[in-house]
Nanobody, 121 residues
């Protein structure tokens, strides 16, 4: 059973920094996983922020390029370093884990419960 937990959310002043963490348990040894961060502001849709795909790809949304960096510390942990935070970054941040399909593995998508980031205006 894959379980995903985010942490590190907080209220921080505009211009400040914050680091979020995503810890995954229950990964299957023969499967490969991609990890991505999404965020959802109140009343709005959930949007992609940044991620680590495969071994080297690091896609990132234009709205956070140059300010946010996603990193994969190991197979079980991903972080999101957030710099120069703005009020519009206020949202619930979610970690998504995608199990890549292969001979041994079916595809699967897993989400954590989220961690709240608030940047007061």
């Amino acid at each position: 059973q894959v379980e995903v937990v985010e942490s590190g959310g907080n209220s921080v002043q505009a211009g400040g920094s914050l680091m979020l963490s995503c810890i995954v348990t229950g990964l299957r040894d023969r499967c490969g996983y991609d990890m991505r961060w999404y965020r959802q502001a109140p009343g709005k849709e959930r949007l992609f922020v940044a991620g680590v795909v495969g071994d080297t790809e690091k896609p990132i949304a234009d709205s956070v390029k140059g300010r946010f960096t996603a990193s994969r510390e190991n197979r079980q942990k991903m972080t999101l370093q957030m710099m120069t935070l703005k009020p519009e970054d206020t949202a619930m941040y979610y970690c998504q884990v995608y199990q890549r399909p292969s001979f041994f593995c079916s595809s699967g998508t897993y989400w954590g419960p989220g961690t709240q980031v608030t940047v007061p205006s």
